[in-house]
C-alpha cells in the first residue's frame, strides 16, 4: 500500500483506504485445556457408540500426572473410562515422562453422576423427538465471511493451519524434538469493503512449540520458518514488514499438564471464530445433542454459512436463543453488516423458511447422534467440510 499524505489521501488525490488490525490464536492437541476437550467428546463418542440417545455432559480437569472426568450422563452404554483417556492421551503424543506427561502412568479419576430427572423430566422424556427441548436456557451464535473458501476468518484459518502443520511434522518424525503442546497466533490487516472484510497481509505470526532440551532454539526457528510458516501461509499475505515471533519466550521444555492445569471448555474462541462475529459464552465439548450451547451454535453456523454461499450476505452474523425444556427458539436475529440488499425482516423470514431450529429437527438435519465429536475438538469447530453443518444448504427464497 503507498505512504499516506495528510488529512487521509495519497499523493495521487485518491482516498486512502482505512485499514484495521484483527488477530486469532489457536491451540495443539497437547495444550492442556485442549487435552480436555478432546477426552470430553471422547467420552461423548464412546457412549454415543452404543447409545445414540445417550445424555452426555462430560468436563474433564487434567493437572501433572492427572486426569478427572465429572459431570453427568444418563446411558445404556457400558464404557472403560480409563482406557478411553489414556488412548486419548497416547494419541495426543504424551506418551513418555520426559515429555511431562505419560498415558501409561497418570492417574485417572471419574467423578460422574447421572443426569438430574427434573432435567430429564422437562427437556425429553415422554416428548416425540421433533419437540424435544433444549437441555438449558442459553445464546448462540453462527458467523460467516466470503474472505476464505471455507467462510471462515483468515485469521483463524490459519491459526489452526499452522498448528495442524506442526503436529503432522511432529508425528512423521520430521520435527523430531516436537512435543504435543503448541499455540499460534495470526494478526492480519483489513480492509471494510461495504462491510465486508477482505484480508490485505499477514501482519504478524506468533508460534510457540514445546521441544526437546536436544535442540537450540536457533535450529528451532530456522526448522518452523521453513517447514510451517512457509509452507501453511500463500506468499501473496506475507511481505517484508511481516512480523515473527517463534518461541519468543525462550525455552519451551515443560508443556501440557505439567506447565498449566487444563479444563474443559475454556478455548470457546478457540473453537468457534477466533474473536470474530460473537460468542454466547456455552462451551462444545463434552456435550450431546440436547445441549443447546453446541447443537444450536453449529445449526447458527450452518445457517450463516448457506446465507454467504448463497450470495445473500457477503458476511454474516446469526443469534438464537432457547429457554430450557421449550423446543422452539425464542428468537432468531441475522446481522448482514450492510452486506446484504435484504432487510432484516427479509433474512430472517429466508433462515424461518429454510431452517427449523428447534433441538430435535437439528439432530436430525445435521446427524447429531453419530460418534464424530472428538474430531471436532481440535483446530476448530468450524470451517472443515467433513462436518454436516458445513455443508452449506440450497436457499428457497
Known sequence: ?????????????????????FTSESVGEGHPDK?????????????????????????????????????????????????????????????????GF???????????????????????????????????????FGYATDETQEAMPLTVVLAHKLNAKIAELRRDGTFWWARPDTKSQVTCE??????????????????????????????????????????????????????????????????????????????????????????????????????????AAYAARWVAKSLVKSGICRRCLVQVSYAIGVAEPLSITIFDYGTSGKTQKELVAIVKKNFDLRPGRILKDLDLKRPIYQKTSTYGHFGRDVFSWEQAKPLIL
Not at 500500500?1 to 483506504?17: D, L
Not at 445404556?76 to 480409563?82: M, R
Open 1 to 21: 500500500m503507498h505512504e499516506a499524505k495528510m488529512n487521509g489521501f495519497h499523493e495521487n488525490g485518491t482516498p486512502e483506504i482505512e485499514t484495521f488490525l
Open 35 to 99: 487435552m480436555c476437550d478432546q477426552i470430553s467428546d471422547a467420552v461423548l463418542d464412546a457412549h454415543l457408540k452404543q447409545d445414540p440417545n445417550a445424555k452426555v455432559a462430560c468436563e474433564t480437569v487434567t493437572k501433572t500426572g492427572m486426569v478427572m472426568l465429572c459431570g453427568e450422563i444418563t446411558s445404556n452404554a457400558v464404557v472403560d473410562y480409563q482406557k478411553i483417556v489414556r488412548e486419548t492421551v497416547k494419541q495426543i503424543g504424551f506418551d513418555d515422562s520426559s515429555k
Open 102 to 140: 505419560d498415558y501409561k502412568t497418570c492417574s485417572v479419576l471419574v467423578a460422574i453422576e447421572q443426569q438430574s430427572p427434573e432435567i430429564a423430566s422437562g427437556v425429553h422424556l415422554e416428548k416425540d423427538e421433533d419437540n424435544v427441548g433444549a437441555g438449558d436456557q442459553g445464546i448462540m
Open 190 to 295: 483489513y480492509y471494510f469493503d461495504q462491510g465486508a472484510c477482505i484480508p490485505i497481509r499477514v501482519h504478524t505470526v506468533v508460534i510457540s512449540v514445546q521441544h526437546s532440551e536436544k535442540i537450540g532454539l536457533e535450529q528451532l526457528r530456522s526448522e518452523i520458518m521453513e517447514h510451517v510458516v512457509k509452507t501453511v501461509i500463500p506468499d501473496k499475505y506475507l511481505d517484508s514488514r511481516t512480523v515473527f515471533h517463534i518461541n519468543p519466550c525462550g525455552t519451551f521444555i515443560i508443556g501440557g499438564p505439567m506447565g498449566d492445569s487444563g479444563l474443559t471448555g475454556r478455548k470457546i474462541i478457540v473453537d468457534t471464530y477466533g474473536g470474530w462475529g460473537a460468542h454466547g459464552g456455552g462451551a462444545f465439548s463434552g456435550k450431546d445433542f440436547t445441549k443447546v450451547d453446541r447443537s
